[in-house]
Every structure is written in structure tokens, then in C-alpha cells.
């Protein structure tokens, strides 16, 4: 992989990453949460993805409710529920509302962050992002999350050993991601897996849109099926995340549905077993990751330039701030 974009380095930067992660403390943030009967994970955009996914990790592997909701839409909090804040910058407008109403209820708080945040309550993740689109502050977001999941879970914190593992194989992938294979469409492109893989196949969307400016979107197989695929045709792409993965066959069914229509099918696959679902989705997320910078070189968009013109005007962005303190 060519290093001449910051994207590049970012996604290069994800095994170091994640090895920082495993030598990371978090014994202050799962006191913090041990005694919470239910956890809201909350975050915005791709920090949402991660909220989706631990609050599938700590449903399916610590047994206690947990749910996950975009800060602009957390709604009531319960008296017995802690809350996972996920923001990479800790500029998000809505996330900072949302953290200053957690410290009003003092409730549980831990939040996940990038370096450049100090808050006394966060879990730092050690790379800067230094492109917009995002994906280094990701895939150690989700370390920190499947860290927190195994020691919530009681299940012997085996955290450190399976990133140690799993940070050898995302080397191995950044080296030879085996990418090539997936065309360039000429309209646009969908993703489509289920269960968790859905949630990596959405922010994979997000990636393409963001890096390479492309009409792109990810799917659960279920709701692809339920008309959202109706509009996609020959001059359309389909991407196939994780398919043996789906128990009732419906992704590679879909992907054969495609085919008969002419649609140009792809699969994209990482098996990662027995590390969790947390931990398991970080070698295809980078995986997906070098895809998105890939066809952002083959459209000779800037991935590190993500939001321009009126969409990056200032005032859009501070829309759902809390009031500066003494307002």
C-alpha cells in the first residue's frame, strides 16, 4: 500500500493500534459498569457502528440488556443503565450533549476517545486520526470495546492474547489486503451480510462514500431483500460481506438473485473464529477499509478531505451542542 495519503497511514497505523489497546488499563471503566443492569452505547456515525456492535457483543456474550443509539436519539435514560460514549474527536455535538446530560444524572459514564480528548472518564485510543475518513480511531474503538465486553463477561480478560493475534493478521492484511477483485462500478455499489457482518457492511458503505465519493451502501440481507434492492442493475455492484456467516443462506442467496440480473457479485471474507464478535469484525473492517482507499486512487478522489463546500460549514456542525458554560 502506498503511504503518499494520510488514509494510507491510518489504516497502516491499525496494528499498532491495536497492540497499544492490549497493554491498555481499563479496570477503572469496568468497575465503573459492573454493577449497571442494562448499558446504552451511544454514539454518532461511524462511532455508532461501534455502539452497535458492543451492544451486540455484551447482549449475546455477558448475558445483561444492552442497547445501542445514535447521541441524537438516546431518549430516556434508566436510573440502573450506564452509558458507553463512542467519539473519536470529542468535538460531535450531539455527543458532548449527551455527555454533559450523563454527568448531570451521574449515572455510569466511560467514554471512548481519540488522543486530543482529556476527559477524566475516557478510554484514550492511542492514534490521532489525521484523514476524515475514518478508520484507525475505528478499529482501535473496537479493540477497547471487545477489552471491555471479555472483562464485563468475566471471561478471563482475553483481551490482550486474541489482539495480540489478531493485530499479527491485520499486518498480514494492510500488507495484501486481497481487494483486487472488486470492480469499480459504474453507478454504484451496495454491501450486504448479516448479524454483525450488516453493521461492518454499513460502515464499509460510509468509508466508500467518504474516501472515494461514490453512491454506496451496506445492508442487512433481510432489508436489501425487502425492496431496497430494486433499483440496482447491471451498472451497479454487489458486495458480499462475510456470506458463510448468514445461518439461513439469504447473503449468498441474494448474491445469486444478483447475478441472474446481471449485477457484478463480489465476496469479501475474513473468518476470525472464537475471537468474539467484537474482536472478529476488525480484520474485514480493515479489510474493507483498504477497499475504500483503493477506489478512492482508482477515482483520484482525497480521502483525507472527506466533508467540502456547504457541507462543511461550521454551523452545521455545532447544530445539537450543548450551551457553552455560563450561557
Not at 248 to 271: D, K, N
Request: charged share 25%; net charge negative.
Amino acid at each position: 500500500m502506498s503511504e503518499t495519503r494520510a488514509l494510507d497511514r491510518m489504516i497502516a497505523a491499525a496494528p499498532g493500534a491495536l497492540r497499544a489497546v492490549a497493554e491498555m488499563d481499563i479496570a477503572a471503566a469496568v468497575d465503573a459498569l459492573r454493577g449497571c443492569e442494562r448499558i446504552a452505547l451511544v454514539g454518532t456515525g461511524t462511532s455508532f457502528h461501534a455502539a452497535e456492535l458492543g451492544a451486540w457483543a455484551l447482549n449475546a456474550e455477558d448475558g445483561r440488556r444492552a442497547r445501542a443509539a445514535e447521541s441524537s436519539r438516546l431518549g430516556a435514560l434508566d436510573r440502573a443503565e450506564g452509558v458507553i460514549l463512542i467519539t473519536h474527536t470529542g468535538e460531535t455535538a450531539y455527543s458532548l450533549r449527551v455527555r454533559r446530560r450523563v454527568l448531570a444524572a451521574r449515572q455510569p459514564l466511560v467514554s471512548i476517545t481519540g488522543p486530543a480528548v482529556d476527559w477524566p472518564e475516557a478510554l484514550v485510543t492511542p492514534v490521532r486520526e489525521e484523514a476524515e475518513t475514518y478508520t484507525v480511531s475505528y478499529t482501535a474503538a473496537l479493540a477497547v470495546l471487545g477489552r471491555l465486553v471479555d472483562a464485563l463477561a468475566g471471561a478471563g480478560e482475553p483481551g490482550p492474547r486474541l489482539l495480540g493475534r489478531i493485530a499479527d493478521r491485520v499486518e498480514r492484511i494492510v500488507a495484501d489486503p486481497e481487494i483486487d477483485h472488486v470492480g469499480m462500478p459504474a453507478r454504484s455499489l451496495a454491501l450486504v451480510g448479516t448479524g454483525p457482518w450488516a453493521v461492518t457492511a454499513r460502515e464499509a458503505a460510509l468509508k466508500l462514500r467518504e474516501g472515494a465519493r461514490m453512491l454506496c451502501e451496506g445492508f442487512d440481507a433481510e432489508r436489501l431483500l425487502h425492496g431496497f434492492a430494486v433499483p440496482y442493475g447491471p451498472a451497479d455492484g454487489l458486495v458480499l460481506v462475510e456470506p458463510d456467516e448468514d445461518p439461513i443462506g439469504l447473503t449468498a442467496a441474494l448474491g445469486a438473485a444478483a447475478a441472474r440480473e446481471s449485477i457484478p457479485v463480489f465476496e469479501i471474507t475474513e473468518p476470525t473464529p472464537d475471537t468474539g464478535v467484537v474482536f472478529g469484525q476488525i480484520p474485514i473492517t480493515v479489510r474493507l477499509q483498504c477497499l475504500a482507499a483503493r477506489f478512492a486512487r482508482l477515482r483520484g478522489t482525497d480521502p483525507d478531505t472527506a466533508i467540502t463546500g456547504a457541507w462543511a460549514e461550521p454551523a452545521l456542525w455545532e447544530l445539537g451542542a450543548p450551551p457553552a458554560a455560563g450561557a
